[in-house]
């Protein structure tokens, strides 16, 4: 019998975008490892059971992308669990509310504008955040997760470079990018404020913003291999470390 591929997704009660970041290939048609890294919506609303899963798949690190409000808001700790917070601020939020304060009301299209300055930023104002991602990996291939408040965005992005670095191709990522959209569920209440068309667009993820980051990368950069050498100090010795390490062989 052929052994069954591990699930993508994990039935968690108190996250609905945790995945594994396993199964694809990657350089030298080698599988990024399964259960190793991982990526999520954030974890204050795990239940015992969700934990006791996290043990069972050995999770010993997470990495928090969330700005200092949002943490502070949906605290946690986990046993055996190291935290670390690599704080990013959801700048699309305050740059909604400043539209609508000048009274102006928000439509569909600006919000994917606003999406998609956001992924710019991530691009280069947020560049050390990543780059400290990669520092974790490199310091030991204990399994980790990486999350944000919704595990799309902040978290899209990272794992859009961890699986490019690994030699994934770029309409893979793509894909597993979008992902979100039939995983996560949106919290009850959330920005009820805004138009409905207008949180269709800030709770889901589209090509357009994923896009608007790797443009930039390739624009400004040359493309994700110079922009991981010399922005996220990514060299070719950590690259070569990286696929050893989260590559199987």
Same mark, same amino acid.
């Given at each position: 019998?052929?052994?069954? /591929?591990? *699930? ?13 970041? !396993? ?31 996290? =043990? ?14 949002? $943490? %502070?808001?949906?605290?946690? +700790? &986990? ?11 959801? *700048?699309?939020?305050?740059? /909604? ?29 947020? %560049? ?13 291939? +204990?399994? *980790?997760?990486?999350?944000?408040? /919704? !595990? ?5 992005? %990272?794992? +859009? ?20 959209? $039939?995983?996560?569920?949106?919290? =009850?209440?959330?920005? $009820?404020? %805004? ?27 040359? !493309? ?7 922005? &996220?100090?990514?060299?070719?010795? =950590?690259?070569?470390?990286? +696929? ?6």
């Amino acid at each position: 019998m052929p052994q069954q /591929a591990p *699930t993508r997704s994990l039935p968690m009660m108190g996250a609905t975008n945790f995945r594994d970041l !396993g199964g694809y290939t990657g350089h030298g048609g080698q599988q990024v490892k399964w259960r190793r890294i991982f990526r999520s919506d954030h974890l204050a609303g795990l239940t015992a059971q969700d934990q006791a899963l996290l =043990a069972d798949l050995g999770v010993t690190r997470a990495v928090d992308f969330r700005g200092k409000a949002e $943490s %502070a808001a949906y605290a946690y +700790a &986990l046993p055996g669990i190291a935290y670390h917070p690599l704080n990013i601020e959801p *700048t699309v939020v305050q740059r /909604a509310l400043e539209l609508q304060r000048t009274g102006r009301q928000l439509t569909a299209q600006d919000a994917v504008g606003l999406m998609q300055d956001t992924y710019r930023g991530f691009v280069h104002d947020n %560049a050390p955040r990543f780059a400290e991602l990669f520092k974790l990996l490199l310091a030991s291939d +204990a399994p *980790t997760v990486f999350h944000c408040t /919704a !595990g799309k965005d902040r978290t899209g992005f %990272a794992a +859009a470079l961890i699986l490019l670095t690994l030699g994934v191709p770029r309409d893979v990522v793509m894909h597993d990018y979008l992902l979100t959209n $039939s995983l996560y569920q949106r919290p =009850a209440g959330m920005g $009820s404020h %805004a138009p409905e068309e207008v949180l269709a667009v800030l709770w889901r993820v589209q090509e357009e913003f994923l896009d608007a980051a790797l443009h930039m990368v390739d624009n400004d950069f040359g !493309g994700v291999q110079p922009y991981l050498v010399d922005v &996220l100090g990514v060299d070719a010795a =950590a690259q070569k470390e990286l +696929a050893g390490r989260y590559l199987q062989p």
